[in-house]
């Protein structure tokens, strides 16, 4: 488990992580979503021993990260502005990651390089950003590592390459319990891949949930009210966000799907219905609560 505890880096005058307070479940995939400069990829970088704290502690099943070689191994780091070696070729940063992780797979790098159709002796320096971020997924799929971290690693995949790369990831997931902390700027991307996300802004962690979590405890109800029946019947409900039109009332509301139904019940509704919730619904509707209008820090 990854473990941060009032994380906190400062660049002069400006505070680019903010006492931030984290855990990251193995086996598990924690999405960090915020707008460009909200603090993502230096939080990153922190946890990768790249920077040193300023304040606060990060840690690895307990062992600290900066400076310590033996806990470094224990992840790859993919960062939104690829390094490779001067005019190195594919082949050439498998010879180089080879003796940084001892459980570098150059086998599957080899099968892998070949079903992307990326050539191991051409000169990366020609390849195309797509490609490169290809194939910097690639060398960190393969080190064999516990832990993933990756930097808007989606950006610049066409549509058909992010969901071969999300497979994979899914894959290494269930195979050898890899654990992904995916940092992106854009919340849609990581719905369907993610278990847990954090809303970084200015440094801090506005809001962090479980998505299992908040599906099961945040619903949008559809609803229509007997004729001559206020909407005082709903009282009893924690209303998170309220629309209507004519008659049919569109809720949020926070608590367990059988509450929220047995209070409908109970209002004397003609109708009603619950659906599912996106997950950008979801932050809209927690992040409103806390007095924050997501569209302007994600979208």
Do not use: W
Request: net charge negative.
């Amino acid at each position: 488990m990854i473990e941060t505890v009032n994380l906190t880096k400062r660049f002069d005058d400006i505070v680019a992580v903010d006492h931030i307070n984290a855990q990251i479940r193995d086996g598990s995939v924690f999405g960090l979503v915020g707008t460009n400069g909200a603090g993502k990829s230096t939080f990153l970088r922190l946890l990768s021993g790249i920077l040193k704290p300023d304040e606060g502690t990060i840690s690895i099943d307990g062992e600290p990260v900066y400076e310590r070689e033996a806990v470094k191994a224990r992840f790859f780091y993919i960062s939104d502005d690829q390094h490779f070696l001067g005019n190195g070729t594919p082949r050439d940063m498998m010879e180089f990651y080879r003796k940084c992780y001892p459980g570098f797979d150059c086998g599957r790098y080899r099968k892998l390089l070949d079903s992307f159709g990326l050539p191991a002796s051409r000169k990366i320096s020609t390849f195309s950003k797509g490609m490169k971020k290809q194939l910097s997924v690639l060398c960190g799929l393969c080190s064999g590592t516990d832990y993933l971290f990756c930097d808007e690693t989606f950006d610049g995949l066409d549509p058909v390459m992010r969901q071969t790369v999300k497979s994979l990831f899914a894959a290494d997931m269930e195979e050898r319990n890899m654990t992904p902390i995916i940092a992106s700027h854009n919340l849609r991307e990581l719905e369907d891949i993610c278990d847990h996300v954090g809303l970084l802004h200015k440094g801090g962690i506005l809001l962090s949930r479980d998505l299992d979590e908040m599906k099961t405890t945040i619903h949008k109800v559809q609803c229509v009210l007997a004729e001559g029946t206020d909407e005082t019947a709903l009282n009893g409900l924690e209303i998170i966000r309220r629309e209507s039109r004519g008659r049919l009332l569109t809720l949020t509301v926070r608590g367990e799907r059988e509450a929220v139904e047995a209070a409908m019940q109970a209002a004397g509704t003609v109708f009603y219905e619950l659906i599912p919730l996106s997950l950008e619904e979801i932050f809209i509707s927690e992040t409103e609560v806390a007095g924050y209008d997501i569209k302007k820090l994600v979208f």
